[in-house]
């Protein structure tokens, strides 16, 4: 048996979905790119604007916190949020900052997802300079926001078909 997510086949199921988008604003007009794809993405299929709901965080480093504090957040001993997707940007400069603040908020996002076993994918453009993010962020690159937002709906289509799976 295969499982693999139908881009046109596959939306009914996320209707109900509850979203949380974090984004970490220290490059605001990057962000706001990255923002606009990720919820566009999400309206096309299927979720509803009142169901996706945005969060600010000061910066990348901050995102991984504000993500778990999310993922733990239940309703009736229920997840509150079905998948989460982290936004962002992080620009080398000439101190090795850029690799600790990209390391931390990498493995911090990706404990969340372990942890907590909601999707919550890594939208967070590192690069080396403004032209390299502005190319990724709606750009001749593509948008991050919006890769990362079908990332973290294809992970909850299979994590729902992995749930309904008897072996």
Do not use: W
Request: aromatic letters at 12%; charged letters at 20%.
């Amino acid at each position: 048996m295969e499982f693999k997510f139908n881009k046109d086949g596959s939306r009914d199921f996320l209707s109900k979905k509850k979203i949380a988008i974090i984004v970490g604003y220290f490059y605001q007009d990057i962000c706001d790119n990255l923002l606009l794809a990720s919820q566009e993405t999400l309206t096309k299929y299927g979720i509803k604007a009142n169901n996706i709901n945005v969060f600010y965080a000061p910066g990348a480093f901050e995102i991984p916190l504000l993500a778990k504090k999310l993922a733990s957040q239940q309703i009736n001993g229920k997840n509150l949020y079905n998948g989460i997707v982290a936004l962002g940007a992080v620009i080398n400069g000439e101190t090795p900052h850029f690799k600790f603040i990209c390391n931390e908020c990498a493995r911090g996002v990706s404990n969340v997802s372990y942890q907590y076993e909601i999707p919550t994918t890594f939208g967070v453009i590192t690069t080396n300079n403004m032209e390299q993010t502005i190319a990724r962020a709606g750009g001749y690159k593509g948008n991050k926001g919006e890769e990362a937002t079908m990332a973290m709906i294809i992970m909850l289509y299979l994590m729902q078909q992995a749930d309904t799976q008897f072996f």
